[in-house]
């Protein structure tokens, strides 16, 4: 078996992760006799030093051309004076949507070992294991009219909230999908109250029940559903949300594993092909430093293991192994340990391979 994947690391601790994130792919690819290819481009704040623009032509054929994508992150201070499409943000927009992967799974689960360091209750967060599926080309981030248009206190700024009945349905039917392979529950986002995007939302995604009788559909309001998310998040299951929701839900569902470090994502359309990113940003603080959480970036390479190569045994491993080295606590300082990136990684491949081992009874 053969896999092409475009590596993206980015700025800030964009790099750190996706080392960490690569050697474990490589290792559990060389047990598995997977031949990676692995090309690294540029994006971003990198990118806009070396060539003008935060997504270069040549990385954006490169990502069409591959199986998967494995981003690490993008942006940071040297360049949040730029503006617009200029901004190191847009270049990672534009190839979200390029790529045209609208639906982005970000998966929380809290481990046992890690209950205690959420700021919330340990009985508030023991047992969550949810889905947020965050629609990810449209909405605000995209609609049109949008930009700035006046001078002094007549400036107007300007953005707009889009979406289509097929943009809504499509993002649904993967949440449902999800649902159905899970608890069967879905619970559909909006703030129909007041939005006419929401309106439709909720219509589309009610209109698309009858389609999923195994799935129990309930849907509530963005902003006391932000509030039911650290109250009693045990029992949630399945999230479906458009773009900013989405986007804000997720980082609130980061506290209840501990750091967001710890949350990884696949963004995925309609081939095999996908994105994979943690969730966190660039973290410019800890950059350069080695001590950076890299179990989002891992978990993310499990996610292109199973969804682009369907190789759902070797994402096992890893998700295995990153629960048996939180067990062991090789955690990094945002959760209160002493281990740096490399020595996350490191662990947790040598695990991986542990597990194949034991279960082939393979000699590695
Ligand atoms: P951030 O996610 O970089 O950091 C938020 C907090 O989480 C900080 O305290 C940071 O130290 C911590 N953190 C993040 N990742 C961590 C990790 N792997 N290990 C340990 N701690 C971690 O968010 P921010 O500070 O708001 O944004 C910084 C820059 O990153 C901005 O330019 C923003 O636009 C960009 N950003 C990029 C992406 C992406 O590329 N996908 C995502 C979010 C933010
Ligand atoms: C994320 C980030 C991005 C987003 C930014 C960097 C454009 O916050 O991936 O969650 O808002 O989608
Ligand atoms: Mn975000």
């Known amino acids: 078996m053969k896999a092409d994947v475009v590596v993206l690391p980015g700025d800030g601790v964009g790099p ?31 990118a806009i030093d070396d060539f003008g623009t935060p997504l270069p032509d040549e990385t954006l054929e490169a990502c069409k051309a591959a199986d998967a994508v494995l981003l690490g992150a993008v942006g940071g201070p040297a360049w949040d004076h730029l503006r617009g499409e200029q901004r190191c943000e847009a270049g990672l927009l534009r190839l979200r949507r390029e790529l045209d992967v609208f639906a982005n799974l970000r998966p929380v689960k809290v481990h046992p070992h890690l209950a205690d360091r959420s700021t919330l209750r340990s009985d508030v967060t023991t047992g969550t294991d949810l889905v947020i599926v965050r629609e990810l080309t449209g909405g605000a981030y995209f609609g049109l009219p949008r930009g700035r248009t006046g001078t002094g206190p007549d ?46 939302w909720r219509e589309v995604v009610s209109a698309l029940a009858v ?39 997720s980082d609130e569902a980061a506290v209840l594993a501990g750091s967001l470090g710890l949350l990884p994502s696949a963004s995925l359309g309609a081939s095999d092909q996908g994105l994979y990113e943690p969730i966190h940003g660039s973290a410019p603080r800890l950059a350069g430093r080695g001590i950076a959480n890299p179990y989002g970036t891992i978990l993310s390479v499990a ?15 890893i998700e295995s192994a990153v629960d048996v080295c939180i067990t062991e606590d090789v955690l990094t300082a945002d959760l209160g340990g002493t281990t740096g990136t490399d020595a996350v990684a490191d662990a947790v491949a040598r695990e991986a391979l542990r597990h194949l081992g034991a279960r082939t009874g393979a000699p590695w």
């Open 211 to 249: 389609e999923y009788p195994d799935v129990a559909l309930t849907h509530e309001l963005v902003d006391s559903f932000a509030m039911r998310l650290v109250r009693e998040p045990a029992t949630v299951d399945v999230v479906v949300a458009e773009n900013l929701f989405g986007d804000i839900l």
């Open 303 to 317: 996610m292109l293991l199973r969804h682009s190569l369907h190789r759902d045994d070797l994402a096992l491993a």
């Open 155 to 200: 400036e107007i700024a300007r953005d707009s909230i889009v979406y289509s009945a097929a943009e809504i349905e499509r993002v649904a039917r993967v949440a449902f999908k999800l649902a159905q392979s899970r608890r069967g529950q879905l619970i559909s986002i909006d703030k129909a109250n007041v939005l006419f995007t929401s309106q439709l």
């Open 16 to 46: 750190e992760v996706v080392n960490a994130g690569l050697s474990v792919l490589a290792a559990v690819c060389d047990a598995a006799d997977i031949r990676v290819s692995v090309e690294v481009h540029p994006i971003g704040g990198r």
